[in-house]
């Protein structure tokens, strides 16, 4: 073929991508999209968009990366990609300054500050700033999961999460913090994580000024203000502000723990108690996040927050009733039920001594006093103990260290449950009442003993000599006449 013929079929082809591009152009401004997907049924208006898709459910991903070997389903991934390296984000949010490799992101991103949420669910009303996110939300109404893993057959309904799920089998955390080395699965994970370092929460709150590091908490916050609590638990009515956090909530009901470890078969309710758990099979410590007045360790950084109110005496959750202050809102929770009469949910019962319990966990806690379990042994003191609780609060006896001190009277005691009824001494606040008697105490445990002074119940027996006792402190105080132990 000559120099000119190839000339010629050169400007054939470049006026027939301008035409199909003019086509497909004609046929967004149209609404019409003429080609459909066999396996999802979406709808595209090119059958290059198309094309592309199908990668999704095929696996094939012929775009590599030259630098870490990552594959991609097209070529417009690979460059977004690519700007994970060189680091180049052009395009920042004047509002927050966050940076974005490409202006489309940025433009969606901004939807975030001013509010817009032009996208409108025709079911529940429920709007969204980006048409994307309002056809993944639709799918919550007809269960469609069309994207599924072909190592698992677990089912997504977006393809982002199955790309982020297969990361589990993988194993792959392409991106590392520069300040710790914490690996991480995703871009968006890691850049959240780097604000932990640097104290940056951008979201804040419009009300009351408070800020946060994640926008969905915010939102979650919000609802704090609105008094907007769409989501009840039916068993024990408690209120939630996302149905994600009511899901996992009700697993304490049920006594469902859908996530198991391969390594250890202990079973969890969600799948980030999951991954933590799994740090001590990996190696890594179990408790990362100290506390910097009394050094408790703690598995995660929002526990961390809530003990180290107990230190600076923060109690920002107000009762509108009575203007009691506390410092969690599960406390408040509880508290609110003194004003409402509302008898607290306890579905878990103990079998030997019926005493009932919210929590499937505080019952399994409850029953090593039964059985006489006690796993965890103090290496210095050859002493053991049924929790770890137990446990660092025995060696802070012999220690002497008393980290929590009464805003009150300045007494130091040694853990901050014995601080939170020591504190109840100078309100005179005595909220649990004996039906019998009328006696009123400041504690339901103290309350459940002193009901046996009237039933007679002594469910704590001697395997020895079969004698029985009221409380579990005076049967081990009794077993030392068996053992000699002084």
């Given at each position: ?299 995660h950084i929002t526990p961390l927050k809530i003990h180290q109110r107990i230190h600076t005496g923060e109690k920002p959750y107000k009762c509108s009733q009575c ?164």
């Amino acid at each position: 073929m000559t120099q000119s013929s190839c000339q010629e079929v050169n400007k054939y082809n470049q006026k027939l991508t301008k035409n199909n591009k003019c086509i497909t152009t004609f046929k967004k401004i149209e609404g019409q999209k003429p080609y459909k997907c066999s396996v999802c049924s979406k709808d595209f208006t090119s059958s290059s968009y198309l094309y592309a898709h199908q990668r999704i459910h095929t696996g094939e991903k012929p775009y590599t990366c030259s630098e870490c070997n990552k594959s991609f389903t097209c070529s417009s991934n690979l460059c977004r990609h690519k700007t994970i390296h060189t680091g180049e984000t052009p395009f920042k949010c004047s509002e927050c300054n966050k940076g974005f490799a490409f202006s489309s992101n940025l433009s969606r991103h901004k939807k975030i500050h001013t509010g817009e949420t032009p996208f409108k669910c025709s079911l529940c009303s429920k709007a969204f700033a980006l048409a994307s996110r309002l056809r993944i939300h639709q799918t919550i109404h007809t269960g469609e999961k069309p994207f599924k893993c072909t190592v698992c057959s677990k089912a997504f309904d977006r393809s982002s999460s199955l790309s982020r799920h297969q990361t589990v089998h993988s194993g792959e955390k392409a991106f590392k913090c520069t300040v710790c080395n914490k690996a991480f699965a995703r871009s968006s994970t890691l850049f959240h994580h780097e604000k932990l370092h640097t104290g940056e929460k951008p979201y804040k709150c419009y009300l009351c000024i408070k800020a946060f590091l994640y926008q969905s908490k915010l939102k979650e916050h919000q609802r704090i203000h609105t008094q907007e609590k769409l989501c009840v638990c039916i068993v024990c009515k408690k209120p939630f502000a996302d149905l994600s956090q009511l899901k996992i909530h009700q697993r304490i009901h049920t006594g469902e723990k859908p996530y198991k470890c391969s390594l250890c078969t202990k079973a969890f309710t969600s799948s980030s108690y999951l991954h933590h758990h799994q740090k001590v099979h990996m190696g890594e410590k179990k408790k990362p996040f100290k506390c910097s007045v009394c050094n408790k360790d703690f598995t995660h950084i929002t526990p961390l927050k809530i003990h180290q109110r107990i230190h600076t005496g923060e109690k920002p959750y107000k009762c509108s009733q009575c203007g009691k202050a506390f410092n969690q809102s599960a406390i408040l929770y509880r508290h609110k039920r003194i004003h409402t009469g509302e008898k607290p949910f306890k579905p878990f019962k103990c079998s030997v001594c019926s005493k009932v319990f919210a929590y499937s966990s505080t019952l399994c806690k409850h029953q090593k006093i039964h059985s006489g379990e006690k796993p965890y042994k103090s290496s210095v003191f050859n002493k053991n103990f049924a929790s770890t609780s137990y446990l660092y609060t025995h060696q802070r006896i012999h220690l002497g260290e008393k980290h929590y001190k009464c805003s009150i009277c300045s007494k130091a005691l040694i853990s901050s449950s014995s601080l939170y009824y020591h504190q109840k001494i100078h309100t005179g606040e005595k909220p649990f009442k004996c039906s019998v008697c009328n006696k009123a105490f400041n504690r339901s445990s103290t309350l459940y003993r002193h009901r046996r002074t009237h039933t007679g119940e002594k469910p704590y027996r001697c395997s020895v000599c079969s004698k029985a006792f009221t409380r579990s402190s005076t049967l081990s105080q009794h077993k030392r006449i068996h053992t000699g132990e002084k």
